[in-house]
């Protein structure tokens, strides 16, 4: 009887994947998007988190799952699309899984749907960042998880050791899973009660020691990797805290994840109003909870920006399955002929769709395609106006064509980051040269006549503004302007730079 029910399920689940593959793979991008996409693909060539090879905590696991996809592919940017693209695949059959666990065959297609046509899963599975991934980790610990609760106790180390190895891809993962390991830890009953906890918790030490250890190594140490890590966590999280601003800060981050996760359900968000039936289930409705609750916490209270909204994929797997759940009651009860219903449901994927394709919002294919042409552009304009030779190239800490791409595109320019950052050894710069990047206590002002300000995203009012207060800084007449290509470049003489790095470029 249940060979059936399994053959089933397999071609639901294989379609699903085969779903997402159909519809990530056509779009992904071809440039590395965020600075942080960037910082992994320079970690490839050489990891060290104390500049951002990556960024701290340095995410050691992904750096090297794409040095080894990069050893075939030959290209950063299509090795990290590549693994998030089989990390959609995977999140989606296991979502799958999940709903189908909980509320039936029906309940898990529509879930598996919802996640092939979530704008924001679906713009994750398309660029170079880690948070498909760690999505993928949420849905598979919440699946052995779940299994725990229902008595099967022999999944205790499994579960931990993925827990351990997803921490290697994304660092605070057993921040917001770990609380819903140890919940489920405490349904188990009987001789393994103890022992099981104890050899849970030994595996779980062994797996993070397994990829810790190589890393501190790599990164010169503990002193160096902390020292890295607290100057990059006072630089920007630990200033919006709940702990050291307005209350008013974290409502608006409140807020900000309603939007976020509106953008990532995009119409099937609708599911979530219905009021049919609730769940019955004690022990899932605190498993649910546990599962969200930590990540809602620490993203109200503690640190949360819109440009960074893939965070929220880690709680998006339980989410899937009851707005799966949901949409599946619907179309059970719903007095509607069956062409009716489909064409609504067609009509919500089309939608979904067009947000992805369309909406004025970073996470967009029009905006992945805008930024890749304003790169081009940018990198084949840059030459006509200056030289490697006697010019230095300054960009800035952005996200979208800042100093970071420039220095990656352009390994024959010295590129340097404004503003400079403090730090415990004093006051530096970020410089890349030749693909590698360091820490400066003195820029090389000698060896060039001129500086230029690699230009911003047009079209943004954000960054027009920051331009101006950066333009400002310079008495009338200092900065020469060039338009070529449809950029405007801002070019000046180095002995002025001390004007943007008052303590390096004296």
Not at 5 to 21: E, H, P, S, Y
Not at 368 to 378: C, D, I, K
Request: with cysteine; hydrophobic share 50%; net charge positive.
């Amino acid at each position: 009887m249940l060979r059936p029910q399994l053959f089933r399920d397999t071609v639901d689940a294989a379609f699903l994947a085969a779903l997402v593959l159909a519809t990530r793979v056509p779009f992904r991008s071809h440039s590395l998007y965020d600075i942080d996409s960037v910082n992994f693909a320079l970690g490839m060539r050489r990891f060290d988190p104390t500049v951002h090879q990556p960024h701290p905590p340095g995410y050691f696991l992904y750096v090297c799952a794409g040095r080894l996809v990069n050893a075939f592919m030959h290209d950063a940017n299509a090795a990290l699309v590549a693994i998030g693209v089989a990390a959609s695949c995977g999140a989606v059959v296991l979502i799958y899984a999940l709903a189908q666990a909980w509320f039936g065959g029906r309940a898990g297609l529509f879930a598996g749907m919802m996640f092939v046509f979530s704008p924001l899963a679906w713009f994750h599975g398309t660029v170079a960042l880690t948070y498909s991934v760690e999505a993928f980790f949420s849905a598979l610990t919440g699946y052995l998880c779940w299994n725990l609760c229902r008595g099967r106790a022999v999944l205790i180390m499994p579960a931990a050791v993925v827990v351990g190895i997803a921490a290697g891809f994304r660092p605070s993962f057993p921040i917001f899973l770990g609380p819903l390991l140890l919940f489920s830890a405490m349904f188990i009953r009987g001789r393994m009660a103890g022992a099981g906890l104890l050899t849970a918790a030994g595996a779980l030490v062994l797996a993070v020691s397994a990829w810790a250890v190589p890393m501190l190594k790599q990164s010169g140490g503990w002193y160096a990797w902390w020292s890295s890590l607290r100057s990059a966590w006072l630089a920007v999280p630990a200033r919006q805290t709940v702990f050291n601003s307005s209350p008013a800060t974290s409502l608006a981050r409140f807020f900000s994840i309603g939007g976020i996760l509106i953008l990532c359900f995009g119409g099937a968000a609708a599911f979530a109003f219905l009021r049919r039936n609730d769940i019955r289930s004690p022990r899932l409705r605190a498993f649910v909870w546990v599962w969200i609750a930590p990540a809602m916490l620490f993203f109200t209270l503690v640190f949360l920006k819109f440009v960074n909204s893939g965070y929220l994929l880690v709680i998006s797997p339980p989410m899937f399955a009851l707005l799966g759940w949901k949409a599946s009651e619907w179309y059970q009860a719903s007095v509607l002929s069956s062409k009716a219903k489909a064409a609504l449901l067609f009509g919500l994927a089309a939608a979904n769709s067009l947000i992805f394709l369309f909406a004025p919002v970073y996470c967009s294919w029009t905006a992945v395609r805008r930024f890749e042409m304003e790169l081009r552009s940018t990198l084949t304009s840059l030459p006509k106006v200056a030289s490697p030779g006697n010019t230095m190239i300054v960009g800035f800490d952005s996200h979208f064509l800042g100093y970071r791409h420039a220095g990656y595109y352009l390994p024959g320019w010295c590129t340097v980051e404004f503003p400079e950052v403090r730090l415990n050894s004093g006051t530096k710069v970020f410089s890349m040269e030749h693909g590698d990047t360091q820490l400066l206590a003195r820029l090389p002002v000698e060896r060039f006549r001129r500086f230029v300000l690699l230009p911003l995203p047009a079209g943004d009012s954000e960054y027009r503004e920051y331009m101006s207060r950066v333009r400002a800084r310079f008495p009338a007449g200092k900065l020469e302007t060039v338009y070529t290509g449809g950029r405007e470049f801002l070019i000046g003489n180095v002995t002025d730079l001390n004007l943007l790095f008052p303590a390096t470029a004296k």
